[in-house]
Each structure stands twice: as structure tokens, then as C-alpha cells.
């Protein structure tokens, strides 16, 4: 089992916004990252900190953090967008890392 | 740019050992850790483990320590990840991912960019 807990799927009309979740104890000590993947492909960081976007990252994707919880929101989801989301932070221990289980993104 | 080159796909039998490398380029190698993260088909990321091609200090997960060894090759800017007394679980797609970090301000965070194009393992008698 994960430290770091997400929904296993969400889904999103075109157009609309989703907010996509991570809980874990270990998130009251560091800030999350978040992957999106797409079938086939390598994982690719879209969000660092409480909301970094890397540089090629469209401004439709945000986060934020409060308590135990990180949340990756996307406003005005695009076709585009379906994929598997990943949550990372450092574990309770602080020794190692650890992801969320993920969750996959369905856009309707 | 910044990027990092994984070896090709492996097949192994159980028992086995698998060694899978890693060679980036766009940066200064020794500056920056290196992950290791593996997905089982179907399955969600596992981190693995990490090293610093400085020195070659390495950190891994509780469920493959004494079976995982990570190395570095500062020469060739090349990390290695060997692992050994292979179970037909391990068959997965294995990624290295460069480390970045921000420990100043008051939440740390941590962050795995770029990642190389991942490295398929099947193990199969």
C-alpha cells in the first residue's frame, strides 16, 4: 500500500475543471510533484512545489496544498489531457520517496 | 538538452541478474542525484532507489535492499541499476529520473526531471 493516497479514476467533461487529489501524513513536511503519463510513454513532471509549472507545461494546470492534502487542478481539460496522473513526495520517514497510486483522467 | 538514454529491453530467466544503464548528457553529472522507478504492466510507479554520482552514496527502498545495487561511472555520465535473484514480478518497464530539489524555503520539495525512455525487463523461464 501507498503512503500517498489518490481516487484511482476521475473523469471530466471537455472544457470543464477537475481537481485531481494526493493525501498523505508526509505532505504537513514536504510539497508534492505530479507526473502525468500517457500509454506508452515515460512519465512527465507537470507540477512541483505547492504550483510550479516546468517550462512547456500549458497554464491550464495548477496546484496547491493545504494540511495533508496536494491537489493538481485542471482548468478547461482537453482531450489531451487523458492519462494517468502520479503524486511524489518523500515518506513519513523522510528517508525515502514514495508515489501515489495514481489515478487515471478520463475527459467525456 | 538535457536527456537520458536508457539500454535496451532485457529478458531474463528467475534467478537471474539484470544490469540497466543509464547515460545522461545537457548537464553536469556529478551535480545532480539519480532515481530509479519501475511500473509493472498496468500497474502504478514504484520508486526504487537513488544515488549520488558524487561519491556513489545510494539509498533504496525497504523491499529491494539486498537485492538492488545502483553504480555510477562518472567518466561515461552513466548510472547502473543491477538487480539480482530475479522473480517474475520484477518484469516491469524500469525508468532513471534525474533528481532536482528546493530544501530552502520552508516545505522542501522534490522533483524527477527528465526521465529517461524507460527500460522493459521480462523475466520468464
Known amino acids: 500500500s501507498s503512503e500517498l493516497t489518490q481516487d484511482p479514476a476521475v473523469s471530466v467533461a471537455l472544457g470543464q475543471t477537475v481537481k485531481i487529489t494526493c493525501q498523505g501524513d508526509s505532505l504537513r513536511s514536504y510539497d508534492a510533484s505530479w507526473y502525468q503519463q500517457k500509454p506508452g510513454q515515460a512519465p512527465v513532471l507537470v507540477m512541483y512545489?505547492?504550483?510550479n509549472r516546468p517550462s512547456g507545461i500549458p497554464d491550464r494546470f495548477s496546484g496547491s496544498s493545504s494540511g495533508s492534502t496536494a491537489s493538481l487542478t485542471l482548468t478547461g481539460a482537453q482531450a489531451e489531457d487523458e492519462a494517468g496522473y502520479y503524486c511524489?513526495?518523500?515518506?513519513?520517514?523522510?528517508?525515502?520517496?514514495?508515489f501515489g497510486g495514481g489515478t487515471k483522467l478520463t475527459v467525456l | 538538452q538535457v536527456q537520458l538514454v536508457q539500454s535496451g529491453a532485457e529478458v531474463k530467466k528467475p534467478g537471474a541478474s539484470v544490469k540497466v544503464s543509464c547515460k545522461a548528457s545537457g548537464y553536469t553529472f556529478t551535480n545532480y542525484h539519480m532515481h530509479w522507478v519501475r511500473q509493472a504492466p498496468g500497474q502504478g510507479l514504484e520508486w526504487m532507489g537513488i544515488?549520488?554520482?558524487?561519491?556513489?552514496?545510494?539509498s533504496s527502498a525497504q523491499k529491494f535492499q539486498g537485492r538492488v545495487t545502483m553504480t555510477s561511472d562518472t567518466s561515461t555520465s552513466t548510472v547502473y541499476l543491477e538487480l539480482s535473484s530475479l522473480r517474475s514480478d520484477d518484469t516491469a518497464m524500469y525508468y532513471c529520473?534525474?533528481?532536482?530539489?528546493?530544501?530552502?524555503?520552508?516545505?522542501?520539495?522534490?522533483?524527477?526531471?527528465?526521465w529517461g525512455q524507460g527500460t522493459l525487463v521480462i523475466v520468464s523461464s
Open positions: 512545489g505547492k504550483n
Open positions: 544515488i549520488n554520482p558524487n561519491g556513489g552514496r545510494t
Open positions: 511524489n513526495s518523500r515518506d513519513s520517514s523522510g528517508n525515502q520517496w514514495v
Open positions: 529520473a534525474r533528481d532536482n530539489s528546493r530544501t530552502s524555503k520552508v516545505t522542501p520539495v522534490w522533483w524527477f526531471d527528465p
